[in-house]
């Protein structure tokens, strides 16, 4: 299971950190990834990680301002994001790639298992 928290309200340029807790899941295998759905348009990717921490991918918009890290020994992973503007606002969420490509991770949706419910990120002009 995970559950993700951190998300809330910030003004246009602020700033937020995203959390991911796993529990009763072991993260040293699963390439993490998060995910947002603004309202009325379709779920995407926004970043993944590896299981080793050592490769990252993003999507072009958050290229720059988001930084995903994770700690497997806490069970935990993140999101920080910088320079937040009114389109992310969305319901972020985490999830798990149990067959992740060797030393790499992909933004494919489809890829992905273990979605947790999600966090609301508002960001006000």
């Known amino acids: 299971q995970l559950v993700e928290s951190g998300g809330g309200l910030v003004q246009s340029g602020g700033s937020l950190r995203l959390s991911c807790a796993a529990s009763?899941?072991?993260?040293?295998?699963?390439?993490i990834g998060w995910f947002r759905q603004a309202p009325g348009k379709e779920r995407e990717a926004v970043a993944c990680i590896n299981p080793r921490g050592s490769v990252t991918n993003y999507i072009n918009s958050v290229k720059g301002r988001f930084t995903i890290s994770r700690d497997n020994a806490k069970r935990m992973a993140y999101l920080q994001m910088n320079s937040l503007k009114p389109e992310d606002t969305a319901i972020y969420f985490c999830a798990l790639d149990w067959r992740p490509p060797p030393e790499f991770c992909r933004l494919t949706m489809g890829r992905y298992d273990n979605w947790g419910q999600g966090a609301q990120v508002t960001v006000s002009s």
């Open positions: 009763g899941i072991t993260l040293d295998r699963p390439a």
